[in-house]
């Protein structure tokens, strides 16, 4: 059973930012938040994680609310190639709870 | 991307073939993963390997045989395979530190196909 509830699809035009959220209320303390996407037929790519700070990396910034209940991707300036299922994922680090669940995702288009 | 490689890309096979995926990874991690996606389903964890062991085992069939010679391969030997195993098979690998396991990074994927 996921962890975790987005939304199925979203669009956003090329350029501008796009911001895919996930809802995790039932997060508990030890928990990460991952971001993962996979184009079409091909391996998930990993985005970026975090456990409660705002998190920002080269591809991506990870907005985490203070309840830690639910979260937002941001892709600051979407390109073409940013179309994908995105999915956010909730796991512990520690052994036996390391498992990733893949749940639906969010299927981002982006528009020219 | 060449962190995780697989091989081969796609393969094709007979109910009666005997054939294997290759997984390679150059990340320096020591654990392995094999999953399991078909279409329109969520990945399924089908094994894992840590430091060369097997650490976990989801209730495969036995038609799937895993092979983890050294930290940086991982291989998944298939035989007497049904349709419904044709799907997107995919090796992840992470680095187990003595906190649990870090971050997985997936190969792209060998796309079987089982006729």
């Known amino acids: 059973d996921a962890k975790t509830t987005q939304p199925p699809s979203m669009d956003c035009a090329e350029g501008r930012a796009a911001n895919l959220p996930c809802n995790h209320s039932?997060?508990?303390?030890?928990?990460?938040v991952y971001w993962y996407r996979q184009i079409h037929s091909q391996g998930p790519q990993y985005i970026i994680h975090?456990?409660?700070n705002n998190e920002t990396n080269e591809m991506a910034s990870l907005i985490i609310t203070e309840d830690r209940k639910s979260s937002t991707l941001i892709l600051p300036h979407a390109t073409l190639r940013d179309t994908a299922v995105y999915y956010c994922?909730?796991?512990?680090?520690?052994?036996?709870?390391?498992?990733?669940?893949f749940g639906t995702g969010t299927r981002l288009t982006i528009i020219p | 991307e060449t962190g995780v490689t697989q091989t081969p890309r796609h393969l094709v096979m007979g109910m009666t073939n005997k054939k294997s995926l290759k997984c390679e990874q150059h990340?320096?991690?020591?654990?392995m993963y094999w999953y399991k996606q078909s279409a329109k389903k969520p990945l399924e964890l089908m094994f894992v390997?840590?430091?060369?062991?097997?650490?976990e085992n989801n209730s495969v069939p036995s038609r799937f045989s895993p092979e983890c010679p050294n930290s940086s391969h991982l291989f998944l030997h298939l035989h007497t395979l049904q349709p419904e195993d044709s799907a997107l098979y995919l090796c992840?690998?992470?680095?187990?530190?003595?906190?649990?396991?870090?971050?997985?990074?997936f190969g792209p994927g060998t796309r079987l196909t089982v006729l």
């Open positions: 992840a690998s992470s680095q187990d530190r003595d906190g649990g396991r870090d971050t997985q990074y």
């Open positions: 039932t997060i508990s303390g030890n928990e990460y």
């Open positions: 975090g456990l409660k």
């Open positions: 994922i909730v796991r512990g680090r520690d052994f036996g709870n390391e498992k990733l669940t």
């Open positions: 990340l320096g991690h020591n654990a």
């Open positions: 390997y840590s430091l060369e062991e097997r650490v």
